[in-house]
């Protein structure tokens, strides 16, 4: 454990931006499962609707640099 007061604060602030990402990665990951599972589907109208978002949510990730920029492109190319 830290002893300093400054790395004290900072584990603290650590823990809450990993939090924070783990969150956001998870309603990534999330949306992009239910836009797979509508192409299996073949329901191609709400897919296209739900793309958007997964561009979305997948530049704002990397924006924040929760994800790298590259595995952001990477995601939206294929």
Same mark, same amino acid.
């Given at each position: 454990?830290?002893?300093?007061? #400054?790395?004290?604060?900072? #584990?603290? /602030?650590?823990?809450?931006?990993?939090?924070?990402?783990?969150?956001? !990665? %998870? %309603?990534?990951?999330?949306?992009?499962? @239910?836009?797979? /599972?509508?192409?299996?589907? !073949?329901?191609?109208?709400?897919?296209?609707?739900?793309?958007?978002?997964?561009?979305? %949510?997948?530049? @704002? /990730?990397? @924006? @924040? %640099?929760?994800?790298?920029? /590259? #595995?952001?492109?990477?995601?939206?190319?294929?």
């Amino acid at each position: 454990m830290p002893r300093r007061r #400054t790395s004290i604060k900072k #584990t603290r /602030a650590d823990k809450k931006k990993h939090l924070r990402n783990l969150v956001v !990665k %998870q %309603q990534l990951k999330k949306t992009i499962k @239910k836009f797979l /599972a509508l192409l299996s589907a !073949k329901n191609v109208s709400e897919a296209k609707a739900l793309l958007e978002k997964v561009f979305s %949510q997948l530049d @704002k /990730a990397a @924006k @924040k %640099q929760i994800i790298p920029t /590259a #595995t952001a492109s990477l995601s939206k190319a294929a």
